[in-house]
């Protein structure tokens, strides 16, 4: 915590703790808008009358509005949220729990960001933000080759880049692997194209299927075109990936009953990259894809995980296991508070 916080709260505690309170509940009405006081209370597990004091003051201030379908920010209070986040999150001090994850993970950095992804889609946006700011921080001058997994994480956090990160910038943006199966909103392709658009890059596709044997994979990765693409891939500065659940990535993914039943015979847990782990991180089952291997992120300068959600709280303790030392991961509260829980996730 900042010097002159700290000064602040040695004399007044109960000031930082009331700041901190009003500002999660204006955070919470910005996820949730339009919300009832009912649900709102329920949600913040205080009563209807506590939380009627605060949301009459955020409307006397013009923070806040009323209306049949519930409460909502002002063009007022939407941008004090967001110029308060960054002072929030120095008030809220993960430091410690943040250390504590990356020591367990043995990676380089965990960014703990307040709220569960699962719930609340404007956790997606915080770590859209970090996301942005950490490559702002990492990218030096110049061209850089970032390589980007595809998924529903992935593409939300896609929309939060900025053009401020092009600033001095070569970006290209490529996807870390091939894939034309899934939707096509949360294709590798279609994020790619969303990060370089937002924040004033390039992007290169990579069009071959999602899923391939073997036999077919060795003709392909002659293709001219394809061999351009996965050079640049190979010479990627940043990795940009999600960690799946293996259940959730094997329907998604439209595999077989038997390749299900297999997933649950070995006990997968999570799916990175196209290998399916268990809960101690060992590969248990294998999806032939052209592009980066779990094995090929311990030759790249920044590698960036982002997950969140209790759910997902397992995927992330088994890719862990096996996630190269220069990793930052950015999750949320509510999956580090479940990791924490059990140590033997």
Same mark, same amino acid.
């Given at each position: 915590?900042?010097?002159? =916080? +700290?000064?602040?709260?040695?004399? $007044? /505690?109960?000031?930082?703790?009331?700041?901190?309170?009003?500002?999660?509940?204006?955070?919470?009405? @910005?996820?949730?808008? /339009?919300?009832?006081?009912?649900?709102?209370? $329920? %949600?913040?597990?205080? @009563?209807?009358? #506590?939380?009627?004091?605060?949301?009459?003051?955020?409307?006397?201030?013009?923070?806040?509005?009323?209306? +049949? @379908?519930?409460?909502? *920010?002002?063009?007022?209070?939407?941008?004090?949220?967001?110029?308060?986040?960054?002072?929030?999150?120095? *008030?809220?001090?993960?430091?410690?729990?943040?250390?504590?994850?990356?020591?367990?993970?043995?990676?380089?950095?965990?960014?703990?960001?307040?709220?569960?992804?699962?719930?609340?889609?404007?956790?997606?946006?915080?770590?859209?933000?970090?996301?942005?700011?950490?490559?702002?921080?990492?990218?030096?001058?110049?061209?850089?080759?970032?390589?980007?997994?595809?998924?529903?994480?992935?593409?939300?956090?896609?929309?939060?880049?900025? &053009?401020?990160?092009?600033?001095?910038?070569?970006?290209?943006?490529? &996807?870390?692997?091939?894939?034309?199966?899934?939707?096509?909103?949360?294709?590798?392709? !279609?994020?790619?194209?969303?990060? $370089?658009?937002?924040?004033?890059?390039?992007?290169?596709?990579?069009?071959?299927?999602?899923?391939?044997?073997?036999?077919?994979?060795?003709?392909?990765?002659?293709? /001219?075109?394809?061999?351009?693409? =996965?050079?640049?891939?190979?010479?990627? %500065?940043?990795?940009?990936?999600?960690?799946?659940?293996?259940?959730?990535?094997?329907?998604?993914?439209?595999?077989? !009953?038997?390749?299900?039943?297999?997933?649950?015979?070995?006990?997968?847990?999570?799916? $990175?990259?196209?290998?399916?782990?268990?809960?101690?991180?060992?590969?248990?089952?294998?999806?032939?894809?052209?592009? =980066?291997?779990?094995?090929? *992120?311990?030759?790249? @300068?920044?590698?960036?995980?982002?997950?969140?959600? &209790?759910? +997902?709280?397992?995927?992330?303790? #088994?890719?862990?296991?096996?996630? /190269?030392?220069?990793?930052?991961?950015?999750?949320?509260?509510?999956?580090?508070?479940?990791?924490?829980?059990?140590?033997?996730?």
């Amino acid at each position: 915590m900042d010097t002159d =916080l +700290k000064l602040i709260e040695s004399i $007044a /505690p109960d000031f930082l703790q009331t700041v901190q309170w009003r500002y999660r509940i204006l955070q919470r009405i @910005s996820w949730m808008q /339009p919300v009832g006081r009912r649900i709102l209370a $329920a %949600d913040l597990g205080t @009563s209807e009358r #506590a939380l009627r004091r605060e949301t009459d003051l955020f409307r006397n201030s013009g923070l806040l509005d009323s209306s +049949k @379908s519930g409460m909502s *920010l002002t063009a007022k209070g939407s941008k004090l949220v967001q110029q308060l986040s960054e002072l929030m999150n120095r *008030l809220r001090d993960t430091s410690a729990i943040s250390e504590q994850l990356a020591s367990l993970f043995g990676i380089s950095r965990v960014v703990i960001l307040p709220g569960n992804s699962e719930q609340y889609h404007g956790v997606l946006d915080l770590m859209g933000h970090q996301l942005n700011n950490l490559l702002a921080s990492l990218l030096p001058g110049g061209r850089s080759i970032i390589a980007v997994m595809g998924g529903t994480t992935m593409a939300a956090v896609s929309e939060s880049l900025s &053009p401020d990160l092009s600033a001095e910038r070569n970006l290209l943006f490529v &996807p870390a692997r091939g894939g034309l199966g899934e939707t096509m909103a949360i294709q590798a392709n !279609t994020v790619c194209a969303e990060m $370089a658009t937002r924040s004033g890059g390039r992007y290169r596709n990579l069009y071959v299927p999602e899923e391939l044997s073997a036999k077919s994979v060795a003709p392909l990765l002659q293709e /001219p075109v394809v061999k351009s693409v =996965l050079d640049l891939i190979n010479h990627a %500065d940043v990795v940009i990936h999600s960690i799946g659940r293996a259940k959730t990535m094997a329907n998604r993914r439209n595999m077989t !009953t038997a390749e299900i039943n297999l997933l649950a015979q070995r006990q997968a847990v999570a799916e $990175a990259f196209g290998d399916f782990l268990d809960a101690q991180g060992q590969v248990v089952y294998k999806v032939p894809k052209i592009g =980066l291997q779990i094995s090929d *992120l311990n030759d790249i @300068s920044h590698v960036i995980a982002i997950a969140g959600g &209790p759910k +997902k709280a397992a995927a992330i303790a #088994a890719y862990m296991k096996v996630a /190269p030392q220069q990793t930052v991961l950015i999750t949320d509260e509510a999956a580090s508070e479940m990791i924490l829980r059990d140590k033997n996730l």
